[in-house]
């Protein structure tokens, strides 16, 4: 066999067969092994003959082993067929009785092999075909008759099964060394003749190959070479004796048993160094790391630091910002109405001193005509009379046109005060507005707290009752379970006051399951009782119950259980 890969166990950068110079003066190859290569091409030559002959004995042995298959269940099923109406089968069931035993020896074998092919195989398969194929045999042998009276007429009818099984297992270990060499697992038989010739070592070869995976025998035998040749170079190195060896180079003798080359136990050393080293790198990568993501969270968490202040910061002068605007607004709306107050004022005190003059003007006017005219009332009546109405006249024209520059000035003054108290009315109003979304934004918060508090008490309530109902129904789970066992309690003791068998406590144990899952018997015919049962209690549930491990058993159980009931078991209880 070649070996064309180091195995598993080799250091990837190291030779299989050859020592590393850490031991200076080593054989370059110490077993003196051929060369694999020169031996596979010289087996090349004649591949293609072995080729043609393998692919014409597959072909004689796929059609002989189908031959035999056909022949040997066509035997079978006629043999079997008459062995089942002999039993008590019906015409119509008895040819399908033959079908279903062969039928389940192809299943099961070939189950097994697909299982094998997706490398989940189930022993239990085999033991299953090879039981029905004994069956078969055995129904086939005894078909005519007693074994002992004529072996060899038995023989002969339970020869064919055999033979088509012998073929399977010989198409089986085929199959699974085909799939064992497509996935890399297929391991090498040690040969007989080695277990002759040396009955002590070949013992600890194959527990070297099994326990640490080396599954060409070839390579083993090589490694012993190697081992030998590597052991007597260090003792001509060191005058004859390995005493004076160190341990390094005493390393592949010592690992040896543990499936190393010499190759691999010479590097050992160095590819622990290595490996060592490299662990100590990875620590301090590691470390490295560490600080930095360390580090990098301390400067986040700074950096989040910084943006909280200055969102605080931020906030501060908005607020400092929106309370001086609210402050100039109200400075500005009371020096507005206190500018309207006193130019309203300003302008009441002009019209009052307006209208004061004009009546001090028209009293002097008055006043003066008056004595005009008694001084020259008689001399000049009519001139005076006329000058009076004169300045009566002008006198009526100054008071109208005083009166129209009054009231003028009064409604100039006025109407700026109205102006400006109505501008201050106005931002008034929009601060009120300003103050009431407020208040009203504060109000639908209060009101969402509220209702999320509410929900939340609400949801803590649910919780509590659903606690309070868990713990009841566990309360009236353990009741009814006391209940049960104190049933279960007085049904044993009534059993054992009866003195039953095993079997029939079983039985009853049964029933009593099947009363307990709400079988109702009452108005309900054996055959009706029994279904119900099958469908209440299951094949895996009687054997739990009774602790049996045979399906036939707990299918009887079950049976008999249906048929205690029906008898009126269910009125005791």
Known sequence: MTITEVPRQAAPDTPASVPPAAVSGAPGFVSGAPEFVSETDNRNSIKPGRDRLMLALSAVAAIGGTLVGVIGFAMSYSTLAEVALNWGFSAGLAGWFPVGVDASIIAFLALDLYLIRKNTGWP????????????????????????????????????????????????????????????????????????????????????????????????????????????????????????????????????????????????????QEREAHERAEEAARRRLEANTRQEQAQARAEADRLKAEGMVEAVRAQVAAETGQARAHARAQVS??????????????????????????????????????????????????????????????????????????????????????????????????????????????????????????AALADTARAKQAAAEANQRAAELRLAAAEIERRAVEAEDAARLTPRERAVRRVARMALAAGLIPIGLSGHQVQRELCRLISIADVQSACDVSSTDTASRYRTEAAVLITSGYHVQQ
């Open 124 to 271: 239990l398969l085999r033991m299953a075909a090879h039981a029905m194929t004994g069956a078969t045999i055995w129904f086939n042998a005894s078909s005519q008759g007693e074994i002992g009276a004529d072996p060899v007429r038995a023989a002969s009818h339970g020869v064919m099964p055999l033979l088509f099984v012998i073929g399977v297992e010989a198409a089986r270990k085929l199959f699974i060394k085909k799939t064992q060499l497509e996935a890399g697992t297929a391991t090498d038989r040690i040969p007989l003749h080695r277990w002759i010739l040396s009955p002590l070592g070949t013992p600890r070869i194959y527990r070297r190959m099994r326990l640490y995976g080396i599954t060409s025998y070839p390579d083993m035998t090589r490694r012993e070479r190697d081992l030998k040749g590597y052991e007597q170079w260090l003792k001509r190195q060191h005058g004859g004796s390995l005493d004076k060896a160190t341990d390094d180079e005493r390393l592949p003798m010592t690992m040896a048993p543990y499936g190393y080359t010499v190759a691999e136990a010479l590097a050992l050393p160095e590819r």
């Open 336 to 457: 507005a109405a206190e500018r309207a107050a006193e130019r309203e004022e300003a302008a009441l005190e002009t019209a009052l001193l307006a209208e004061a003059r004009a009546r001090e003007a028209v009293a002097e006017r008055e006043a003066a005509q008056q004595r005009e005219v008694a001084a020259a009332a008689d001399v000049r009546a009519a001139a005076l009379e006329q000058q009076a109405a004169t300045k009566r006249k002008e006198a009526a024209e100054a008071d109208r046109i005083a009166t129209a520059e009054a009231q003028a000035v009064e409604t100039q003054a006025i109407a700026e005060a109205r102006q400006a108290a109505a501008e201050a009315n106005r931002r008034a109003a929009e601060t009120e507005q300003a103050a009431a979304e407020t208040r009203r934004a504060t109000a639908e918060a209060n009101r969402k707290q509220a209702e999320e508090e509410h929900l939340q008490e």
